[in-house]
């Protein structure tokens, strides 16, 4: 009797234990509301408390790139209820760039899968009048001095201006900001002149004619009338960047499962990828080893780039 009674005790203990989830999720986006990274995670959002039939609460944390929001979710408890949202910024630059990161991208997340990927377009203030690069670079070298800004202090927005600078040899000061919102803001009104951005965000702007796209890494249908770069002489600017989901190390691997079938189910809608698609994303279901691989591959190729364009800081 006392021996059956214990060998049930295990069986007993699992069924005790909650279903995940039972209570909402927080989905920390490490970056001011209304940049990029907000939107397409805000475009996810109503379909992942779907197939999760729990409430998914984005929380945004900025500041510094994308590393304060990202740091506070690593250390964040690993039973499922905290998840971030992950770019090539906050993990493959990331890495590379902050002495004190207070995360390590290979090391601290659990990876759950891409969202998708997203060409950079070259985003010029109205009254520099330039429609293409040589009309740009011409205009820049005119003024003699200038100013390009970033959605944040190393972020692939920061690095690829730093590119466009050295490689066309132009006096570029750089001006980082807490996201793209009040980039976008300054940009338009003129106290900026240049941006590297994501068409989820510019192009609304661009659309309605308060921004100039003289050129995109590659081709995007959101902007089908800009020009890559490649086409204007600059094969090198070919980068894109990813966006996907992460959660604290150590998380139980059949929650990141879950998480995984969830975010595939979620972008397997066609009518989240066509929303996302019209922000300029291009979806990407997955498995959590394909971002993991991603992840390790892309330290690797921006920890070179970062030390040919000898961009450091603190």
Known sequence: MLAAALLTLPLASALAEPAWPDKPITLIVPFPAGGGTDLVVRTLQPALTRELKQTVIIQNAGGAGGTVGSGQA????????????????????????????????????DYIGFIGTSPYVLAV?????????????????????????????????????EMFKKDEKLDLTHVPYRGAAPAYTDLIGG????????????????????????????ATPILPNVPTFAAQGMPAYTQSLWYGLAFPKGTPPAI????NLALNTA???????ADLAAKGVDVKPGTAEALTQTVSHDLAFWGDLITKTGVQFD
């Open 125 to 161: 203030q109205p009254a520099l009048k330039a429609a293409t690069l040589a009309e740009l670079v011409g205009a820049l070298k005119a003024r003699r001095v200038g100013t390009y800004a970033s959605v944040g202090a190393g972020t692939v927005s920061h690095l690829l201006g």
């Open 191 to 218: 106290q900026v002149d240049i941006m590297f951005d994501n068409p989820v965000g510019l192009a609304p702007f661009v659309q309605s004619g308060k921004l100039i796209a003289v050129a995109t890494t590659s």
């Open 267 to 273: 972008l397997r809608d066609p009518a989240i990828a």
């Open 74 to 109: 690593a250390r964040a408890k690993p039973d499922g209820y905290t998840a971030l949202a992950v770019t090539t910024s906050t993990t493959a630059l990331a890495a590379h760039l902050y002495k004190n990161l207070p995360y390590k991208p290979a090391q601290d997340l």
């Open 256 to 259: 990141v499962e879950k998480m």
